[in-house]
């Protein structure tokens, strides 16, 4: 008897709570990973603030407009913001439920993604080859640290890809693999947000210096 | 209520709605929003160096927020509002971080070691 007096109780006799109205994703995964998303991001504000403190600091070695070789860095870029389209493609044919469209359109993304990594490692060899590694001076461990996380992060995502690619292959477009998808779009636009930051901040301001 | 409800389960399923002409908008926009910057650096349109910085910092901000909304798919509603805190939250974090490391540094480079500046 003392139980019922002591609790609220709702009309129907089950217990409410102020948040019963309260919208609740049934699926936090995508929030999940914009969270995870978000915290990536802080790890490249240091990145760049620790750039942005280093980038005069020469010791004597070669400065960014010595080194930077900005026809590369466009191509660079087009790369990224090609595969940041192709990627949308697959997100359009995934839409559809098109299986095939969706996994040729990824294939495309990967591949340009693996041009950009390319170039950045042919990049960071050349630089290697001329005595600019990232021992040199605080300037170029600030720029590889900063540019070879987001490249790091770009490999990582390319190796997500191909695994994604075979899972679509055995699973097909099952609302699993679907938000799996949808994570790695998140990624993949994300790191190039970033990549938007790199190209501004570090070598076309680098360049002028 | 219950119609709501299976709206936002049916919405959770399929992720955001993405269009083809927003793909493409957001892709031209990009393309312009950076062919511009490299232009201006590599053609040395302007000789002031700040002018030229103020200007490729914009257009660097203008094409971040064109990512947010055209391939991010960000905006007020999607996961009842918490993606748009957690980016200004992140955003504001960044901001600290940034101008308050350059800021500090700054003036620990002026002032501690006038000698070499």
């Known amino acids: 008897m003392s139980h019922s007096t002591t609790l609220p109780a709702g009309e129907n006799g089950q217990f409410e709570f102020m948040e019963m109205g309260e919208h609740h994703a049934p699926n936090g995964t995508l929030l999940g990973f914009w969270l995870y998303l978000m915290s990536d991001c802080l790890v490249f504000a240091a990145l760049f603030a620790t750039y942005g403190v280093l980038s005069q600091s020469f010791a004597g070695g070669p400065t960014g407009a010595d080194l930077f070789d900005l026809p590369l860095v466009a191509l660079n870029t087009s790369f990224l913001l090609l595969s940041s389209i192709t990627y949308g493609f697959a997100m359009l044919q995934m839409q559809q439920n098109r299986l095939r469209g969706t996994q040729i359109w990824l294939f495309i993304t990967g591949i340009l993604g693996a041009c950009f990594i390319g170039v950045e490692l042919y990049e960071f060899y050349h630089m290697i080859h001329v005595g600019a590694g990232p021992q040199t001076s605080a300037f170029l461990s600030s720029f590889f640290g900063l540019v070879g996380t987001h490249g790091l992060h770009v490999s990582v995502g390319i190796i997500w890809l191909v695994t994604l690619l075979l899972q679509l292959n055995k699973h097909g477009l099952t609302t699993a693999n679907k938000r799996r998808v949808y994570c790695l779009s998140m990624f993949w636009h994300f790191l190039d947000v970033v990549w938007i930051g790199v190209f501004t901040f570090v070598y076309l301001m680098g360049s002028m210096a | ?117």
């Open chain 2, 1 to 117: 209520m219950s119609e709501h409800h299976e709206h936002d389960h049916h919405h959770e399923e399929e992720g955001p709605h993405c269009s083809f002409s927003g793909y493409m908008i957001g892709f031209m926009l990009s393309v312009f929003l950076t062919a511009i910057p490299f232009w201006l650096v590599m053609g040395d349109v302007f000789t002031s160096k700040g002018i030229t910085t103020m200007m490729i910092l914009g257009f660097a901000v203008v094409q971040i927020v064109v990512h947010m909304v055209y391939f991010l798919h960000m905006n007020f509603q999607s996961e009842g509002g918490w993606n748009m805190l957690a980016l200004l939250f992140t955003a504001v974090l960044l901001f600290i971080t940034l101008a308050g490391s350059l800021w500090v540094m700054y003036h620990m480079n002026i002032n501690m070691m006038p000698g070499m500046s």
